[in-house]
Structures are given as C-alpha cells and as structure tokens.
C-alpha cells in the first residue's frame, strides 16, 4: 500500500471514530449482490488494496462442512444451506477491520439483512442479468443455475432480489465493462465520500 493509499485510509478511519456506531467504526466492508456481480473477486482486490481481511460467507461455509456448495445443496436442499449461511454470517460479523463478500442470496434472511447493516459499511455489487449470465454460465457450482434456463432464473432471481440489496446497502456500484481494479477504485472513492458524510 502506497503512502497516500495509508494517508487516506487513516482519514477514512478518523472520520468513522467520530462517527462512534459499529457500522463505521469496525472497519468492515460488507459485500451483497447477485451471483457473479463480483463480490469473491472484488472483495479480494479491496481487502488487498486497503489492508485488510478477506472473508467469504460461501468459503467459510464449504471449510466448515469440508464439502462444496453443490453437495449441501443436495444433501440439506436450499433450505439447509440458508440454515448454515445464516450461522456464518452471525460469526463472521462479529469480525473487525475486513472485506465480507457475501453469498447471492444472503440477503434474503431479514436476519442476515440486520446484522449485516449493523456490522459494517454495506456495498451494493450491481450487474445486469446478461452480465451476470456471461460471468456465470460455464460455472458448474452454483446449484440454483443448474437449470435448463439459466438467463431466465437470473432474471427471476434480480427482480426478486434487488430490493432487497438495495434495502441493506449503504452504497450502490455498477459493474458493468470496467476492469475489476477500476471498479474497485472507483468504490474505495464512494466508501471514502460515504464516511465524510457521516462526520
Ligand atoms: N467487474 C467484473 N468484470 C468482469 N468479470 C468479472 C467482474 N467481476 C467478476 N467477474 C468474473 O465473474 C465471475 C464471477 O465472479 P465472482 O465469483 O466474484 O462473483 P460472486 O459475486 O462472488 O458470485 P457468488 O454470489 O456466486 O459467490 C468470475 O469469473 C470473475 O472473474
Ligand atoms: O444466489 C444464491 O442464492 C447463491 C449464491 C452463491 O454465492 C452461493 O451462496 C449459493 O450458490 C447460492
Ligand atoms: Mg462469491
């Protein structure tokens, strides 16, 4: 991390030590949206740029149970598995000074969505379905894809659950051609204005 990288960063943190909540002063940044918005990918970027931890509510789930997604999802169905996210996510953010890159569907527990907004600064990762379709549909892990359709349950997916993102996030990024590393600059300038505010 470069000098000026640290400079704004340390101001970023002033600011939120005055702002005195748990959502600003524990440092974390918490990643939402749809499956292949970027969050597992992005979250590593930020969480590198900026010096902190990287967490993923999917990685931790699959170390915990010593198994993939895919054989949860057969085993418990989806049912189990929000069972299991639920519990992760409760422990995760618990955490300090890290980048949290949820599940797709994290949000749809109100449960999730509370401690969630409560325990750090919420991101909002938004793509659009053909996008999502494109990043997604050689990927043979993510269970609720495995579908003769895939465009069409992405798009069933999105209108269900925007709201939902766009209820718990503090801040809303497009990703749309850009390169990660642009993004992900363009996002470290929205948290940073996004602090200031709550000065
Ligand atoms: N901004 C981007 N531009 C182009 N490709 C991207 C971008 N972000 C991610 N990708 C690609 O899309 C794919 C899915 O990304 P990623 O796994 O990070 O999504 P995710 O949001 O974590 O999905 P999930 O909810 O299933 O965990 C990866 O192959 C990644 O390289
Ligand atoms: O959008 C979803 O419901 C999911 C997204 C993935 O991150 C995994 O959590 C799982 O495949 C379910
Ligand atoms: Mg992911």
Redesign the pocket.
Known sequence: MCGMQNSQENSVQESCRRDGNRKCRSGNLILV??????????GRTLAKHLGKTFVDS?EEIQKRTGVTIPHIFDIEGEAGFRQRETAVISDLVGGENMVL?T??GAVLAEQNRAVLQQNGIVIY?KANVHDLWL??RHDRN?PLLQTGDPYAKLTDLFQQRDPLYREVADIVIQ?GK?S?HS?MLQLVGEIETYRETRQ
Do not use: N
């Not at 292949?36 to 990918?41: E, L, V, Y």
């Open positions: 949206g749809m499956m292949g918005s970027g969050k597992t990918t992005m999917d890159a599940g797709g990762l990043r997604t993510r990703s850009q990660v993004l």
